[in-house]
């Protein structure tokens, strides 16, 4: 499930499907034929059944090395459950402190790198698969190393 929330959180599905929808309106509207409209729908199934696909066949190993033992079912979880919370407060944290400075027109190192952030939340998103990536092996390797499957 984590790296679900992940590739929902980079791929702002509903986001991005409201997005094409404008898109395609907008263009519709100044004349475009509709064979080249109908591209954009086809480039965002395209699109996400790449990104369903990877993120399946990722969760697929890992929930299959954690349903082996039950202990690695909750090593596992645990590990993921936090992770996920790490990020789902940053990301909203990154939001709600982007909002507060565009309201209150906040200016200032910490602001402009909340700013920075906010505007590059596709490179975010790749640091985030790499973040979930990494704790992923770090869990494993500490529950290989802490020896929980000698239990």
């Known amino acids: ?86 990020v789902a407060v940053a990301v909203d944290g990154i939001e709600a402190l982007g909002l507060l400075a565009g309201q209150l027109h906040l200016n200032g190192g910490l602001w402009d790198g909340i700013a920075r952030l906010n505007e590059n939340f596709g490179t975010l998103g790749f640091f985030i698969v790499g973040l979930f990536a990494f704790s992923w092996i770090v869990s494993i390797a500490v529950y290989k190393w802490r020896g929980f499957d000698n239990v």
């Open 1 to 86: 499930m984590g790296l679900a929330v992940v590739f929902q959180v980079l791929g702002f599905d509903t986001a991005t499907e409201m997005g094409l929808l404008g898109i395609s309106a907008a263009e519709a509207s100044k004349g475009l034929h509709i064979s080249s409209i109908l591209i954009f729908p086809t480039l965002f199934a395209a699109g996400m059944s790449l990104v369903d696909t990877t993120d399946n066949i990722l969760m697929l190993g890992a929930y299959g090395w954690a349903f082996v033992k039950p202990i690695r079912k909750l090593y596992y979880n645990m590990t993921i459950t936090c992770v996920s919370v790490i």
